[in-house]
């Protein structure tokens, strides 16, 4: 498809399990952002992948989360030992480096954490 | 600590009234966005504005950047059902495009 793609939609685990959400983005989008939406709350940022930079990782809420960004597409967002607190809408985005800043969202990855 | 403060939270209007939504700050951002949300899928740009003072016309749709840079609005004029969903305003600092900070979301309804 010629949107972001986001793999599983809806995620349901038990605490203290592991999660991996997965993102690909548009074609040609060298700009990658995971982004959470917990209910009644904004967007908030998690991390932002730049080409073959160095990962600004500066929204990570904790130790337990990380992602990473192979061959420059497809992106993974491991959460380990899952929270409660981590039940939220997992929305990747991604655009073109050096635009005027717009993000393409994907649906986005419900997680529930029981 | 929230940065952007979004007014109101819940909106629920008659169809043809107008409606006015408030993104404020006490921070300086160089571009502000506005998204439009529905259920079950990612938010879509509606607008981004960049000049102090700028206005920005989508039909019925207008936007607003304060002129210090640190707020903005929209007004949607003769409201539609069509216009239902969750607006976000979404503030861009200096060149760091795509780190947005967001704010808390208006969910709007309006009622035929």
């Known amino acids: 498809g010629a949107g972001v793609s986001q793999s599983p939609s809806n995620k349901v685990t038990e605490k203290g399990k592991d999660v991996e959400l997965r993102c690909d983005p548009i074609?040609?989008?060298?700009?990658l952002y995971w982004y959470r939406q917990s209910l009644g709350q904004g967007l908030e940022f998690l991390i932002y992948?730049?080409?073959?930079?160095?990962?600004?990782k500066s929204g990570l809420p904790s130790d337990r989360f990380s992602a990473e960004r192979t061959g420059g597409s497809v992106s993974t967002l491991t959460i380990q030992r899952t929270q409660q607190e981590d039940s939220a809408v997992y929305l990747c985005?991604?655009?073109?480096?050096?635009?005027?800043?717009?993000?393409?969202f994907g649906e986005g990855s419900r997680l529930t954490v029981l | 600590t929230q940065l952007l403060e979004q007014s109101p939270q819940f909106l629920s209007i008659q169809e043809g009234e107008n409606l006015t939504v408030y993104c404020n700050s006490s921070?300086?951002?160089?571009?502000l966005q506005w998204y439009r949300q529905e259920p079950g899928e990612g938010p879509v740009l509606l607008v981004t504005?960049?000049?102090?003072?700028e206005v920005k016309k989508l039909k019925r749709l207008t936007f607003q950047f304060g002129d210090a840079r640190k707020d903005s609005s929209l007004h949607i004029t003769a409201a539609q059902p069509g216009d239902t969903g969750l607006y976000l305003c979404?503030?861009?600092?200096?060149?760091?495009?795509?780190?947005?900070?967001f704010g808390q979301g208006t969910i709007l309804t309006v009622h035929p």
């Open positions: 921070s300086v951002f160089s571009s």
């Open positions: 985005a991604s655009n073109r480096q050096g635009n005027t800043g717009e993000l393409f």
């Open positions: 979404a503030g861009v600092r200096g060149t760091s495009y795509g780190k947005l900070t």
């Open positions: 504005v960049v000049t102090g003072g």
């Open positions: 992948f730049q080409g073959n930079s160095a990962p600004d």
């Open positions: 074609s040609g989008h060298t700009a």
